[in-house]
Nanobody
């Protein structure tokens, strides 16, 4: 069985910072990529950032410079450092883990709420 658990969300004021974590565990032999998404109320789910097991990264253009993704392959954990937070960053943040099966298969966490408000 595979478990994907996000943590680190909460309430912060505009301009503040948060660090999200996503840990994968269970019968995962190898991870191809780990990806952060978010979904704000009334909006579609959008890609935030992604990182491969080799360290290659990708970001939503609007978030470059404020958000940073990193990983610890040994711990099967991905992090999202969020700085200079804005009210429009308020959303549920989800973690997607892509495993190196043939074909690749993915697993999703339950999400963690981030609220940016004064």
């Amino acid at each position: 069985q595979v478990q994907v658990v996000e943590s680190g969300g909460g309430l912060v004021q505009p301009g503040g910072s948060l660090r999200l974590s996503c840990a994968a565990s269970g019968s995962i032999f190898s991870i191809n990529a780990m990806v952060w998404y978010r979904q704000a109320p009334g909006k579609q789910r959008e890609l935030v950032a992604a990182i491969t097991s080799g360290g290659s990264t990708n970001y939503a253009d609007s978030l470059k410079g404020r958000f940073t993704i990193s990983r610890d392959n040994a711990k099967k954990t991905v992090y999202l450092q969020m700085n200079s937070l804005k009210p429009e960053d308020t959303a549920v943040y989800y973690c997607r883990v892509v495993v190196t099966t043939t074909p690749p298969y993915d697993y999703w966490g339950q999400g963690t709420q981030v609220t940016v408000s004064s």
